[in-house]
């Protein structure tokens, strides 16, 4: 059963500290990412309302933490989001997460 990374990027921040847990855990230098912050720029909607997203993205370096797993952890990119929008789990129970939410969701296999 895969497993894989579910983000909940309606209230994603943009404050990168996915990226440096996860290049800190990976022991990658400053310009590798296994995880990168991309930003939706300000776009107004037809109704005059804003459009402004984040969403992390786990790049080919991702391994989903292959040894903290097996050790009997969590991703750290999971542990360290402020907002609490990260979470890893089977492809099951994240698809399930996601479509209880309803909106604004990916799911990740790297
Ligand atoms: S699961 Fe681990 S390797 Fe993958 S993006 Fe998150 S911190 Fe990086
Ligand atoms: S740590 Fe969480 S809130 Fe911050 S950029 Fe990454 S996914 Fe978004």
Request: one cysteine or more.
């Amino acid at each position: 059963m895969a497993n894989g990374l579910y983000i909940d990027f309606e209230f994603c921040s943009g404050c990168h500290s996915c990226e440096i847990a996860c290049r800190n855990e990976l022991e990658l230098g400053i310009t590798d990412f296994g995880m990168k912050v991309l930003e939706d720029k300000p776009r107004q909607n037809p109704d005059g309302s804003w459009h402004w997203d984040y969403i992390a993205y786990p790049t080919e370096l991702c391994n989903l933490c292959e040894d903290r797993v097996a050790a009997g952890g969590i991703p750290a990119c999971v542990q360290h989001c402020q907002a609490k929008v990260l979470y890893y789990g089977t492809i099951e129970e994240l698809t399930a997460q996601m479509l209880e939410k309803g909106s604004k969701g990916a799911i990740f296999i790297p």
